[in-house]
């Protein structure tokens, strides 16, 4: 059973960066099946995908354009862990922030349990 | 970006009633959908793939169908665990998007 277990701070000043982690168990961030997503939530915006990492002997990123420029998704092969950071953030992007496991190019399986951060001062 | 709405964006219904939630794609993107249940405070929960695949453990009254730019996920009997956000999520191309969700009550 897949498992994604989030951490990361709840509050950061607005021009500061944001950062997430996403702990996987029961599956690999280096395995050649899946790819490891960011996706926010806001009342304003509804549901976002941000961006997302696999590795196919490779790594790769993909990212929406609207947050090209600010982010940036890195892998932990030692730790099982992939990362979200967000930088020059704005109260604008305050919004739950989930991890997620995508296969192929079919569905969102399995989601960590959310991370509240909020950008204020 | 692929835009997606959702018809009803409120659905109103009892335990028993059959329940049908749409989504237009605002172009076509073959199969390359799912759908998701959010209850309040949780995230998503994949229930169907590929438009109508059912994911594992999913109970069989949902179901889904379509193609191209209209998708349609069926509730046959709502039950009272059922009553929840419903979305639609496109995987056809970068961006993949969400719709922007249809929220089940009880009436």
């Known amino acids: 059973q897949v498992q994604l277990q989030q951490s990361g701070p709840g509050l950061v000043k607005p021009s500061q960066t944001l950062s997430v982690t996403c702990a996987i168990s029961g599956d690999s961030v280096s395995g050649n099946s899946a790819a490891w997503n960011w996706i926010r939530q806001s009342p304003s915006k509804g549901l976002e995908w941000l961006g997302r990492?696999?590795?196919?002997?490779?790594?790769?990123?993909d990212y929406a354009v609207s947050v090209k420029s600010r982010i940036t998704i890195n892998p932990d092969t030692s730790t099982n862990q992939f990362s979200l950071q967000l930088s020059s953030v704005t109260p604008e992007d305050t919004a739950v922030y989930y991890c997620?496991?995508?296969?192929?190019?079919?569905?969102?399986?399995?989601w960590g349990q959310g991370t509240l951060v909020t950008v204020s001062s | 970006d692929i835009q997606l709405t959702q018809s009803p964006s409120f659905l109103s219904a009892s335990v028993g009633d059959r329940v049908t939630i749409t989504c237009r794609a605002s172009?076509?993107?073959?199969?390359?959908l799912a759908w998701y249940q959010q209850e309040p405070g949780k995230a998503p929960k994949l229930l169907i793939y590929?438009?109508?695949t059912l994911q594992s453990g999913v109970p069989s009254r949902f179901s889904g169908s379509g193609s191209g730019t209209e998708f349609t996920l069926t509730i046959s009997s709502l039950q009272p665990e059922d009553f929840a956000t419903y979305y639609c999520?496109?995987?056809?191309?970068?961006?993949?998007?969400f719709g922007p969700g249809t929220k089940v009550d009880i009436k």
């Open positions: 990492i696999y590795y196919r002997s490779k790594w790769s990123t």
């Open positions: 590929t438009a109508s």
């Open positions: 997620a496991r995508g296969i192929a190019t079919t569905a969102f399986d399995y």
């Open positions: 999520q496109q995987f056809k191309s970068f961006p993949f998007t």
């Open positions: 172009q076509g993107i073959s199969s390359y």
